[in-house]
Structures are given as structure tokens and as C-alpha cells.
């Protein structure tokens, strides 16, 4: 009590020891809430989700590394119903390629009208061109609270797996004799094969994607990005790195055998044929986004008769 402190007296316990959430968790004074796993739903998803599943993986096959990998297997299953969703979409969006290349050819330069005519060919059919936006979504919270995990849980300090050698800090696959400023002076491997990956990975789903209606700048984003990361998680936890390189192997393996082994497009192109015979019905939000555009593109065409 403070009142003791007043009078000089104090009865206090000390704890001397590691930083280990079970642990601390044991001594029943929430000195759990020392380990830097985050605050709010980032930290209750390291303390109530990530840990125990970590700590349960740990001990059934004895080492932290191939727990990432379990670890990152059960994720990407999880996501798989949606992954499918995805490539679902994708696919529809390669059937219907040849159709977009006539517009293009019909309407010429006019962006805006190719945008509007994309757009009505996608509701015909009931194409979702943002279909494969959510598993990313989905996958944001778990790559935060991972981001706050390896580098707080002492259970991976000094723990190695492959070529890393302490799972709790950065790989130094190669050292280097300068310092790469931002870079720092090593080379983590576990960082450039992710960013391979996701190279590749961007590159595999540019031939099943039109990009006729992005800004071409949006296409060189997707090389820029993962080559950029880089320079920051070449200084991160070896072990967020690893997770990031398998769940980006997982990602590539389910993407490119279920678009092998499970589309057909023939069964597509007969699925979309069936969408486009039943009758539509607009939704609200997407008849005011299709007379903002025609609005758009009147004053586009006022603007170019000015100009002439």
C-alpha cells in the first residue's frame, strides 16, 4: 500500500527471470503484459491465437522453425475458400479477354468509355473485377501481429532453422564489409527469396489479368513493392521473413495447381453464359458509380470540343 511507502516500510516480491508469457502469466499479477506482442486486437491475437498455436506446434514437432512452416500451412488452408474465390474470378476475367481486346479495338483511346463498357461487361456476366481482394485483407491482421510476435517471444531467441540463426533477430546469409545505408550490412536471404517470389507471383497472374482498365503505373507497382520491402525486412526478425517466404511458396503452389488441375474453361465460359441469361438487378451503389463515369465522360468530350 502507499501508505507503507510513506512510512518507509515496503513488502514486495521480486521476479527474476525470462520473459516467457506462460511464465509470467503464472504469477497472476499481469506481468504477462510486459512482452511487447502489441496493443488492443494485434496483441490479443499474438496472447490468444499465435502463441498457444505456436507453442502447441513448437512441442509437437520440437523446433520453431518447422512450426512456422505448420504454422503457415494451416493459415493459407484456412484462406484456401477464399483463394478459390479469387482464381474463380480471375479465370472469368481470362474468358472474357478476347471480348475486352473487341472493345478496345471498337472504342480506341477513349480510357474512360473503355472503363464504362469493361464495367457493364463485368455485371453482364457477374464478374467481381475486386473479387481477389479480400484473402490480402484477411491476411493484413495476421502479418501485423506477426510483425510484433517474432521479435517478443523469447522462445525463438537463438533458435535456428536453415541458414538463420537466431529466429528472433535478423539472418545474416552473407556479411558485408560496408554498411548499405537503410540496407544495413548484411544480406538476408529469407527477405530476396520472398521478394523473388513475389515477382514471379505477379508476373504469373499479369497473363490472367487485364489491365487495360488500371493505371499502367499500377503495373510496375507490383514489381516496385516487393523490391523495396526489401531494404526494410533485410533488418527484421528472420523469423517473420520465413513466414512470409513459405506463405508466398503456399500462395504460388495453391494458385498455380488449382488453375491447372480445377478451371476448365470451357465450364467457365458455359457458368458465365448462364449468369448473362438470367436478368440483373443493379445495385444502388453501382448505378450511382456508372452515371458518375457517364457523367464523367460527358464533361471529357465537352472539355476535348472545347479544346478543338
Known amino acids: 500500500p502507499i501508505a507503507d511507502l510513506d512510512r518507509g516500510q515496503a513488502d514486495m516480491q521480486w521476479y527474476i527471470g525470462p520473459n516467457d508469457y506462460n511464465t509470467l502469466a503464472a504469477l497472476d499479477t499481469e506481468l504477462e503484459y510486459i512482452i511487447p506482442y502489441g496493443r488492443s486486437i494485434l496483441g490479443s491475437i499474438n496472447r490468444r491465437l499465435v502463441r498457444p498455436l505456436f507453442d502447441w506446434l513448437a512441442g509437437l514437432v520440437g523446433s520453431m522453425g518447422w512450426a512456422i512452416i505448420l504454422m503457415t500451412f494451416i493459415v493459407k488452408m484456412l484462406l484456401y475458400p477464399l483463394m478459390y474465390k479469387m482464381l474463380h474470378s480471375q479465370a472469368k476475367m481470362g474468358v472474357l479477354k478476347p471480348q475486352i481486346a473487341k472493345l478496345k ?71 558485408l564489409p560496408f554498411n548499405i545505408p537503410l540496407y544495413g550490412d548484411h544480406v538476408s536471404l529469407f527477405a530476396i527469396l520472398w521478394a523473388l517470389s513475389v515477382l514471379w507471383y505477379s508476373w504469373y497472374n499479369m497473363k490472367f489479368t ?64 448462364l449468369v448473362k441469361s438470367k436478368p440483373k438487378k443493379k445495385s444502388g451503389f453501382r448505378a450511382r458509380l456508372e452515371e458518375a463515369m457517364k457523367q464523367q465522360q460527358m464533361l471529357a468530350e465537352q472539355q476535348k470540343k472545347k479544346n478543338k
Open 210 to 273: 487485364d489491365m487495360g482498365m488500371q493505371n499502367p503505373m499500377m503495373k510496375y507497382m507490383q514489381y516496385f513493392m516487393p523490391l523495396s520491402f526489401i531494404i526494410f525486412f533485410n533488418n527484421f526478425a528472420s523469423g517473420l521473413t520465413a513466414y512470409m517466404l513459405f506463405s508466398s511458396l503456399l500462395n504460388i503452389a495453391q494458385t498455380v495447381l488449382t488453375k491447372k488441375f480445377v478451371f476448365d474453361d470451357d465450364k467457365i465460359r458455359a457458368e458465365l453464359n
Open 105 to 175: 479495338e471498337k472504342i480506341g483511346d477513349d480510357a474512360q468509355k473503355l472503363q464504362l463498357e469493361t464495367m457493364k461487361l463485368y455485371r453482364e456476366y457477374g464478374v467481381n473485377p475486386l473479387g481477389g481482394c479480400m484473402p490480402m485483407l484477411l491476411q493484413m491482421p495476421i502479418w501485423f501481429a506477426l510483425y510484433r510476435f517474432f521479435p517478443g517471444n523469447i522462445g525463438f531467441r537463438q533458435e535456428s532453422f536453415l541458414w538463420a540463426t537466431d529466429l528472433s533477430s535478423y539472418e545474416e546469409f552473407i556479411r
